[in-house]
């Protein structure tokens, strides 16, 4: 397994852009498949974007579509998530994750799938 460990969350403006990162611990980021997830207070955990081993597949929730970008450099064992035109409802606790997968093409939006969590990062888009 590996380690996960998320950063780059803060405070923003309606309107504004923010990138968050997630470095893993381990040589074998490359075999993993990738994914965001948020938790808004009260609410359940939802699947935001997630990457295969290839960095070209991608998949997007709806809400997010054409605003978030989900991105990895598995040169330097990190997966990002570019948020812009960020809305008060993207406020979340955004949490990484990670799937070994041989299928290089591979990528889920199910929570369950993941078996590896970062401990997550605060996002806050004020109004």
């Known amino acids: 397994q590996v380690q996960l460990v998320e950063s780059g969350g803060g405070l923003v403006q309606a309107g504004g852009s923010l990138r968050v990162s997630c470095a893993a611990s381990?040589?074998?980021?490359?075999?993993?498949?990738m994914g965001w997830f948020r938790q808004a207070p009260g609410k359940e955990r939802e699947f935001v974007a997630a990457i295969s081993r290839s960095p070209g597949v991608t998949y997007y929730a709806d809400s997010v579509k054409g605003r978030f970008t989900i991105s990895r450099d598995n040169a330097k064992n990190t997966v990002y998530l570019q948020m812009n035109s960020l809305k008060p409802e993207d406020t979340a606790t955004y949490y990484c994750?990670?799937?070994?997968?041989?299928?290089?093409?591979?990528?889920?939006?199910?929570?369950?799938?993941?078996?590896?969590w970062g401990q997550g990062t605060q996002v806050t888009v004020s109004s």
């Open positions: 994750a990670a799937k070994y997968s041989g299928d290089y093409y591979y990528l889920t939006h199910i929570e369950g799938d993941y078996n590896s």
């Open positions: 381990g040589r074998t980021f490359s075999s993993y498949a």
